[in-house]
């Protein structure tokens, strides 16, 4: 719906931008501006400012900027055409109705606005019953699943009767009429059908609320065991599409916005049982598979929502179908996280046996889209062939070129090379074959290659006599290299490098650094390692820094362009006998024209064995 501009001016001058904002930060006077801590970043020192009289907001924290209407919308994760409606009407403004474009549209809007009321009527109507002497037994089971009265009534649930005719003849008396009932879903009729009658009969009943807090339809919970349908659900009604609306929206949506994140269970129980635990951010599909409008509705409450699923078979396949659903949708810094209870439990049956934080615990170890996608797809599989492994590879190339977003398609395809380069690589080492099917917290096969199925490199094994011992390849100052000619310069023989001549860190630390001047795209894979590294030189150490810096100053940056900021920051001399390091020629990934892959591998055995975190596989070759 458009909105004139006239009437959003006079919605503006009517709602203070301080009164709008106060609701959610405490604002204090500071000039001619308030300020207050940034509702959208968690601070101690307030850089979120409000100027009444230019009518906006201001967040120097996150940069976040806006009038009324948008603080609705980034704070309740409403749409622009409910923020306006709910701030005209605190206002006190009348928003014109829009104009119906047929006769059928103005029908619809008519007959929707008689359901409202009679599906509001039904749900007193099953609250009250709730506390009948016909609800004993659906109160006793709620009790019995450790629910408290306060939860009962927010959540407004009740009981329908048994009679099968009870709540039609409510609304009857109510003044709505057998079509209506019928219409609205709280009946069953048709042309076959001579008298509705009541669509539930004998179970608990869950309201479904809209995103304004109407109740729209109901979900209903058998309490005699030889129901056919455990769980029934009003059938799709000019209120209510199942696929387009997430139980507890209308609640978890503010909570989501208080804690940055929303949870998706699997069901009314499940969201109920959280939500009485703390977890009030919490929703869950309508007995369906994750729809594309459900995931729009959970991306605009939180940009990584977890969802929930049970560590059974049904959970994973579940959660499978899931990732489907989400990859072509992913956007820069929009995606999904999986949490997957032990085999049996439901997130209520964890909360009674761990509380509130043995299900905090379990939904840490939330695993991303990625982990979940890389893990289906190598399933049980059997991948010991060439042939086996391309067709893996070619299926996880066509699922990745779904992803409509460039960026992150983009990504993905280097997540998925890398975690298939360390999978085969792991399996070359180990002579078997991987498969992580299983394994607790070993997650996809590229992690477990980097730790566990990595091995030293074969550069630093020692080496038969006259090779790579100082007497073929060796230079000045390295390791394993002669004493310095008489010809080297005073600044030679004092540097660190010479001093620490025998050392066989120095030679894998000059290794290190001579990869990364002549392949700087290794810096933005690895710069949070290479920040951490522990090095014994101290000219490396100040390469390594200047390195970095240099890295700060400019993202994209090639082996020229790398040369010259160290040069200007003083590291050329350094610079120059890295170049200058002849090794064996097994640590050819160093070479400027080695491939991509061969580089990323001997560069990351080279981290692990200076971070000490890998030991030779094979013993040293005797006779070094």
Not at 340 to 361: K, Q, T
Not at 509 to 533: F, Q
Request: aromatic fraction near 8%; hydrophobic fraction near 40%.
């Amino acid at each position: 719906m458009r909105f004139a501009p006239h009437l959003l001016d006079e919605i503006r001058a009517r709602l203070p931008v301080s009164q709008v904002v106060a609701r959610k930060v405490n604002l204090k006077r500071q000039g001619r501006e308030l300020v207050g801590l940034s509702p959208f970043k968690s601070e101690k020192t307030p850089s979120f400012t409000v100027n009444d009289q230019k009518g906006f907001y201001h967040c120097f924290a996150t940069g976040e900027h806006g009038d009324i209407f948008t603080f609705l919308m980034k704070t309740e994760g409403l749409p622009f055409p409910e923020a306006v409606e709910q701030l005209a009407s605190e206002a006190g403004v009348d928003l014109p109705k829009e104009a119906p474009r047929n006769p059928e549209a103005q029908a619809e809007i008519d007959i929707r606005d008689r359901l409202y009321p009679l599906v509001e009527a039904a749900a007193r109507f099953f609250e009250s019953n709730l506390r009948s002497g016909a609800g004993r037994n659906a109160l006793a089971y709620l009790v019995r699943r450790g629910l408290s009265e306060e939860t009962i009534r927010s959540f407004r649930l009740g009981y329908s009767p048994d009679g099968g005719s009870d709540l039609k003849q409510h609304l009857v008396k109510a003044g709505f009429n057998e079509r209506e009932i019928v219409l609205s879903g709280m009946a069953i009729g048709g042309e076959d059908i001579r008298v509705p009658y009541d669509r539930f009969r004998n179970r608990v009943m869950f309201p479904i609320l809209d995103l304004k807090g109407r109740v729209i339809a109901f979900g209903g919970r058998a309490l005699d065991s030889d129901q056919k349908a455990k769980y029934l659900n009003s059938n799709d009604t000019p209120l209510f599409h199942k696929g387009r609306i997430l139980y507890n929206a209308h609640t978890a949506r503010q909570a989501a916005f208080d804690c940055g994140s929303v949870i998706a269970v699997e069901g009314y129980m499940d969201v109920i049982a959280l939500s009485q635990a703390g977890f009030r951010e919490t929703v869950a599909p309508l007995g369906t598979a994750l729809t594309e409008d459900q995931l729009a509705l959970l991306w605009r409450m939180a940009p990584e929502p977890m969802l929930c699923f049970d560590g059974d078979a049904a959970g994973r396949k579940a959660a499978f179908r899931a990732v489907d659903t989400a990859l072509p949708h992913l956007k820069p810094g929009s995606s999904l996280r999986f949490a997957f209870l032990p085999d049996g439990l439901d997130p209520d049956d964890v909360i009674r046996e761990s509380g509130r934080d043995g299900l905090a615990a379990l939904l840490g170890k939330a695993r991303p889209l990625a982990d979940v996608l890389f893990e289906r797809e190598w399933g049980d599989g059997e991948w010991s062939t060439p042939e086996r492994r391309a067709g893996l590879e070619l299926r996880l190339r066509q699922i990745v070129a779904g992803i409509a977003d460039v960026a992150v398609r983009n990504h993905y395809e280097r997540n998925i090379r890398d975690r298939l380069f360390h999978a085969w690589r792991a399996m070359a080492r180990t002579d078997a074959t991987y498969s992580p099917a299983g394994r607790a917290g070993a997650g996809a096969p590229g992690a477990a290659a980097r730790g566990e199925y990595a091995s030293i490199s074969q550069p630093f094994l020692k080496r038969p006599h006259g090779i790579g011992d100082g007497r073929k390849f060796g230079r000045p100052g390295l390791p394993g290299a002669g004493p310095l000619p008489a010809f080297a310069s005073e600044s030679l023989k004092r540097s660190s490098m010479a001093v620490a001549q025998g050392s066989a860190s120095v030679a894998r630390e000059s290794l290190i650094l001579k990869c990364l001047v002549n392949h700087p795209y290794l810096i933005d894979e690895h710069a949070e390692d290479i920040a951490g590294l522990k090095l014994t030189s101290r000219a490396l150490r100040d390469l390594r820094d200047a390195i970095l810096c240099a890295h700060a100053e400019e993202k994209s940056l090639d082996t020229a362009t790398l040369r010259s900021h160290l040069e200007q920051l003083g590291s050329g001399d350094t610079l120059l006998r890295i170049g200058q390091l002849m090794v064996h020629r097994s640590d050819c990934f160093a070479d400027p024209d080695a491939e991509a892959d061969t580089v990323r591998e001997g560069f990351e055995d080279l981290v692990a064995l200076q971070q000490g975190a890998i030991r030779p596989t094979r013993p040293p070759v005797s006779g070094a």
